[in-house]
């Protein structure tokens, strides 16, 4: 159960390697690290002299994309053990960069969702962000009874992981926080819910 | 629709600023405040010249929390179609006006964390008020101002003393110094907002400089307006009301509609906000597409047409009013 056709639901447009970029700075998570290397493949290594890589595995650290993303030879590479570390140094050099530097974010919803937030607080408007999602179609949920925030979540309803509650998950999305809108759906019968369905391996 | 509560207000002060400037304050004909306005707002004028009836669109420069009145300041313009000459020429301390509600069409973006302003000669009006917000608000700004000669230029003296040189910073034609744009754009922090006012070229020529060193288009502005250029006679046919009003060289079909009294929907008047897109039903010659709203494709489909700047080649056009 899924409540669809909702507006604020994120659209990614791709990365995409423009020209007139001063540097580029990628922000990537486990199978997001594919996104550079398509775009290698697609226009070229040339912009890789003037990029900055970040990179935090998650789910895909078997599949060694680190070693290869280590091996294009960008200007920094930098392996993040978790994803809030990454999006630490994130903040920190966006903190130091300028006008003409382009951002990259890909990997899973929830992980652009959190970069896009870093990137805001910096003044950067989300429609200037390059984006891709890439690998599991797990979300991030805002309980909206509680504003306790569960990752990965792949069912719909699903328990909170702060209050519990079986929360419905829209694609009524907030980009503030990054977060889809989970609401009770048994709130006059509790106990009433229907069996969780797997709807974002 | 056109959403326009008209306010009647008198001019109270008129003074020369500059070589062809003068700044105009009007307050409220009956008393009480004026709304409060945001930087890079405009008015519509409404000067009943004579039997003509002109409206221009003009910034705000005044205070954005002034509520007692506003001020515009208007370059006299060679060849004017009627409005500056006006203003500058006939208009007395005392006379009475029409002023539309303020609209902004040229705000600056709140989540910016430095903004960067660049003006061309008179296109410094809607920059004062800006600044008198950014100040106000605790906001990182600098002022970029290119003038013929610095007694052509209005206010640069006045704003590099309230904000300081390092803050605002005057570039004079006449003394072979022009601003920098490269340098300047090369090397501001992420999340700077870029500003320009001025003529077309210099619009295009920083615009087109902020998008060769990788500044995304959501960071950028711009404000132009536009006085509809003169032409040729030609004639609109009405498709709904069935009716035929010419329109004169130096009339545009919006203010050839508003003549004859029909209520067409419009706010800027200048080509840049869109509310004047009017669907063309047949035209017997080529659209003279002159505002800066539409899309090239939209202006190649010949079905939509501003009628507040653009004309036709032909001898008539049949409009969806």
Redesign the interface.
């Given at each position: 159960m899924l409540v669809a056709g909702i507006k604020s639901r994120p659209v990614y447009g791709g990365l995409n390697i423009?020209r007139?970029?001063?540097?580029h700075l990628f922000a990537l998570e486990g199978e997001g690290a594919l996104a550079v290397l398509d775009q290698v493949k697609a226009v070229g290594p040339d912009f890789l002299k003037h990029a900055d890589i970040l990179y935090a595995a998650s789910g895909s650290k078997d599949q060694e994309h680190d070693r290869k993303l280590a091996a294009l030879g960008a200007d920094t590479f930098w392996l993040a053990p978790t994803i809030p570390v990454l999006l630490n140094r994130l903040n920190v050099m966006?903190?130091q960069?300028?006008?003409?530097?382009?951002i990259h974010l890909a990997g899973t919803e929830g992980f652009i969702g959190q970069a896009q937030q870093v990137a805001?607080n910096?003044?950067?408007?989300p429609?200037?962000l390059h984006t891709e999602h890439r690998g599991s179609t797990a979300r991030r949920v805002q309980c909206v009874h509680c504003k306790g925030i569960t990752d990965n979540v792949t069912t719909s309803p699903y328990a909170c992981s702060a209050c519990g509650l079986s929360l419905l998950v829209r694609d009524h999305y907030s980009r503030r926080l990054g977060a889809f809108q989970g609401v009770c759906i048994d709130a006059e019968e509790p106990g009433s819910a229907p069996k969780p369905e797997e709807l974002f391996p | 629709m056109t959403i326009n509560t008209e306010m009647k207000v008198r001019v109270t002060e008129i003074r020369q600023v500059a070589d062809k400037v003068k700044r105009f304050r009007f307050e409220r004909a009956g008393g009480g405040p004026m709304p409060v306005f945001s930087g890079g707002a405009h008015v519509i004028v409404s000067m009943r010249d004579g039997k003509a009836l002109r409206r221009n669109p003009y910034s705000l420069m005044s205070s954005p929390e002034d509520t007692k009145g506003y001020e515009i300041s208007v370059l006299r313009v060679e060849n004017s179609r009627g409005g500056s000459a006006f203003l500058h020429e006939k208009l007395k301390e005392g006379d009475e006006l029409v002023l539309s509600q303020p609209v902004n069409l040229f705000p600056f973006d709140q989540r910016g964390k430095k903004h960067i302003m660049m003006a061309g000669g008179i296109g410094i009006t809607p920059f004062i008020a800006m600044m008198e917000q950014m100040e106000r608000g605790g906001k990182a700004f600098e002022l970029y101002y290119a003038v013929r000669t610095r007694s052509h230029g209005a206010y640069w003296k006045e704003l590099q003393q309230r904000y300081g040189a390092h803050r605002v910073k005057i570039y004079c034609d006449a003394e072979k110094l022009f601003i920098p744009v490269g340098k300047i754009l090369a090397n501001q922090p992420l999340g700077t907002h870029l500003y320009v006012c001025g003529p077309a070229g210099m619009i295009n020529g920083v615009l087109g400089k902020a998008s060769e060193l990788g500044w995304p288009r959501q960071n950028l502005h711009a404000e132009e307006f536009l006085a509809p250029p003169p032409g040729k006679a030609f004639q609109v046919r009405l498709a709904k009301s069935n009716r035929a009003i010419d329109v004169a060289p130096h009339q545009s079909i919006l203010e050839a509609l508003e003549a004859n009294g029909v209520d067409a929907p419009y706010l800027c008047r200048g080509g840049a906000c869109g509310q004047c897109e009017t669907g063309v039903v047949s035209c017997d010659g080529g659209l003279e597409h002159n505002d800066h709203f539409l899309e090239p494709d939209e202006k190649a489909s010949g079905k939509k047409i501003m009628i507040c700047v653009s004309r036709i080649t032909g001898n008539a056009v049949t409009l969806d009013l």
């Open positions: 423009d007139h970029a001063m540097r966006l903190g960069a300028h006008m003409g530097a382009h805001m910096h003044g950067v408007d429609a200037s | -």
